[in-house]
């Protein structure tokens, strides 16, 4: 079940240095918040303490009415599934396809049984847009976008409330990105989700966010609805970044095409 994510002051720090300086945030459940910046702005570091792989200094994190302990429970766990930009990172290379959703829906008691687990296992093939065949081959078997394709298949296995995906686009050349992007709003519409997408492409944020949210040196400089901030940013810095965009997908573009 979709959940709203609510981030208050979450601060990381690497040293003495701010990462994430104080970031305060809220995403309704069923809707996607595209964030955005640049190299360094702290957009990472954001997804990962959300997703729990890193510890935050200070930080009230709740998901849905419950807050998420700093040393999160395999239901906590199961609740924030996240997209890396390599796809290898979620993939073991050892493991036919099959094993990889096998495990994550064992792990996380999502089915019971091997008919169950089969069953379920070409439900999320076919969901991702994947033949049933792909069951017995291997990570290296597949193209990039197949690849994405398949760790997209494994995050949604385990029915999270939150997805995180952090530039699962960027490693992807523009054709293959676009059906990735099509993906991500498909599984978004049925499976109801709450999203945390990041990305430096403001097509892509563009294409995929109801909401926009801008990074800069690890504080959010503007949260905006996705129209609002493309037609008139409030922040100098965002007016910065979409003018820096030589110009800006139109509706039969990439960026209209996918939302
Ligand atoms: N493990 C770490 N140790 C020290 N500093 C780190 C660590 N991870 C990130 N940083 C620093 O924190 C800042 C934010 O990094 P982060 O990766 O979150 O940025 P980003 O916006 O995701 O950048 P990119 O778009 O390049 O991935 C950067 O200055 C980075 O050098």
Redesign the pocket.
Known sequence: MSKDLIVDNMTVR??G?A??DGVTLNVPAHTTLGLV????????????AVAGL?LPSEDRLLLGDRPLAKRRSREQRKQIQMIFQNPDASLNPRHTVRQILSEALRFHRITQGRADTERRSLELLEQVKLASGSLDRYPHEFSGGQRQRIAIARAISVEPALLIA??PTSALDVSVQRSVLELFRDIKAELNLTMLF?S?DLGVIHAVSDTVAV?RQ?MLVEVAPNERFFAQPQSAYGRELLAAVPKMPTAGGAGGAAR
Do not use: N
């Open positions: 690497y040293g240095f990462a994430l910046g640049e190299s360094g702005s702290g957009k990472s570091t954001l997804a990962r890193i952090d530039e990041i430096h990074m690890g």
